[in-house]
């Protein structure tokens, strides 16, 4: 049996290049060959990458690949996994695992029916600093948490807002704007940390005339959860920083400061017994990278990690059941903005087996505070 694992890439954009850099020199993976409908990408993944291209699924399913990685715009996640699961390949698909719950289920059933290893590439899940957090947490270090707020600001150039047609954003081929987009990613990560969300508040806004087919590019979500936590979501696009994101925690007995642009990314204050310094703030080391280091790190232990569980045939111990849960998040702070009041979970649920939730997405869009009208960009 090989020691290595023969990945397919469908879809060479722009997030193919740093898994490409992350998981240089692995030897654990071999990307060898690549789907795509833009020929231009595909030209320039043969040469630069030394990749096998196809222009046909068909074709590239059968190609010498046994897993594959999915890199296309949202609205495609769903097709292409059961695709993928149907042609027996195990699956890494990026994140958000897609724009409706109905969509995901679909996925998990397809995959489970063909009996291949399906995991989102959630990459903070696997960033070495939100590990460290996570054990952290597990061991009590700032004992049970009851406040906190995270904030991911990943400016976009203008285009991508005003463009009508760049998927990104779009509700009908991104599934929303940054709350899809971002906050999926802080939803999954504090999800991890924290258990079962119980309500949400959120309020949408835009900072720029975007078209209307374009979602929000600022949003505020609060967030209860069952373990009685309350965490703010503070999301934007338009921003103007050094590309971060920052997380903090305060517990009954500590609290935990995160901030990707610090060269040591966590610190920390508690009294357990294994803190390295009790009783004040202390650093601990960790694998990191101020950006785009970080992603290259994420990107590439995930990929790893993915890589693993095929070669060593265990499921990945991030589920799609719990990706789903992040989507969600989404569609849960979604609902509350439509309402104009808090939403609970079980309101969710009844959308779900009613009228779907991608019902929810209908005419967001007069809902989004439209706070451009009182910005003077010039």
């Given amino acids: 049996m090989e020691d290595f694992v023969k990945f397919g890439i469908i879809g060479v954009g722009a ?29 320039n993944a043969e040469k630069y990458s030394q990749l096998k291209t196809y222009t046909t699924l068909d074709e590239f399913f059968k190609s010498d690949i046994e897993a594959v990685l999915i890199l296309v715009p949202h609205y495609l996640h769903k097709d292409m996994v059961i695709a993928s699961a149907e ?22 059933k397809a995959t489970k029916k063909a009996g291949v290893k399906f995991m989102i590439a959630e990459n903070h899940r696997f960033l070495p600093a939100h590990q460290l957090i996570k054990q952290m ?31 990104h954003f779009c509700y009908d081929k991104g599934g929303g704007g940054v709350v899809a987009d971002q906050g999926v990613h802080k939803f999954t990560m504090l999800n991890w940390f924290l258990g079962e969300v119980d309500s949400a508040q959120c309020w949408l806004g835009k900072t720029m005339n975007s078209p209307p087919n374009k979602g929000e590019d600022t949003a505020i979500i609060l967030l209860h959860y069952k373990c009685g936590a309350m965490i703010t979501v503070d999301l934007s696009s338009t921003t103007v920083h050094p590309l971060t994101n920052r997380t903090e ?5 500590g609290t935990i400061l995160e901030d990707h642009s610090w060269t040591d990314p966590i610190k920390v204050f508690s009294t357990h017994p294994e803190a390295e310094i009790k009783g004040e ?6 694998e990191h990278g101020s950006y785009p280091a970080y992603y290259k790190i994420s990107m590439g232990k995930e ?27 989404v569609l849960l702070s979604y609902l509350s903005a439509k ?25 967001l869009e007069g809902i989004v505070q439209k706070n451009y009208k009182f910005l003077n960009w010039n």
């Fill in 303 to 329: 990929d790893d990690y993915f890589a693993s569980c095929i070669l060593e045939d265990k499921m990945p111990e991030f589920t799609p059941e719990q990706a789903r849960e992040g989507v969600a998040v």
């Fill in 137 to 167: 947490l597990e061991k009590g270090f700032i004992g049970d948490v009851m406040l906190g707020r995270t904030y991911e600001g990943a400016y976009c150039a203008p285009n991508e807002f005003l463009d009508p047609d760049w998927w």
């Fill in 249 to 253: 925690l305060h517990g009954t007995k």
């Fill in 15 to 43: 997030v193919w290049r740093y898994h490409k850099i992350g998981t240089k020199n692995n030897s654990k993976i071999k990307f060898v060959s690549a789907y795509d409908i833009d020929e231009s990408k595909l030209r």
């Fill in 339 to 363: 309402k104009g009041s808090m939403a609970n979970m079980e309101e969710l649920v009844k959308v779900y087996k009613t009228s779907g939730t991608k019902s929810i997405l209908d005419g």
């Fill in 281 to 286: 703030f202390y650093s601990p080391k960790v």
């Fill in 87 to 108: 042609a027996g390949k195990h699956i890494l698909c990026e994140k958000p695992m897609a724009p409706s719950l109905e969509e995901c289920d679909e996925m998990i």
